[in-house]
């Protein structure tokens, strides 16, 4: 069982910078793929971000060139670095787990942070 927790949510202006960081515990953390996610009011849960353990990433559209992932397998952390941010990025952010890849088999998620970006 892996627990995750996420932290570094808040108010920030548009074009400002958010880091999440996401804390793991309770299992072999290198051996997840790790992503990032995000679920705006009225809408679905969407992958924005995704590392393997070999630190392989893919981002959705909408974020590249703006948002970075990183994981320290070290400290069984992941990051999501938030650059440039715009209105349309407010959501609540979640984390999660797999074993193979993003959406195959059990995930374990986190209880999610909020971000919003607004003047």
């Known amino acids: 069982q892996v627990q995750l927790v996420e932290s570094g949510g808040g108010l920030v202006q548009p074009g400002g910078s958010l880091r999440l960081s996401c804390a793991a515990s309770?299992?072999?953390?290198?051996?997840?793929?790790m992503a990032w996610h995000r679920q705006a009011p009225g809408k679905q849960r969407d992958l924005v971000a995704s590392?393997?353990?070999?630190?392989?990433?893919n981002y959705v559209d909408s974020v590249k060139g703006r948002f970075t992932i990183s994981r320290d397998n070290a400290k069984n952390m992941v990051y999501l670095q938030m650059n440039s941010l715009k209105p349309d990025d407010t959501a609540v952010y979640y984390c999660?787990?797999?074993?193979?890849?993003?959406?195959?088999?059990?995930?374990?998620w986190g209880q999610g942070t909020q971000v919003t970006v607004s003047s």
């Open positions: 999660s787990a797999w074993r193979l890849r993003v959406g195959l088999g059990v995930g374990y």
């Open positions: 309770g299992g072999i953390f290198s051996i997840y793929v």
């Open positions: 590392i393997t353990g070999g630190g392989n990433t």
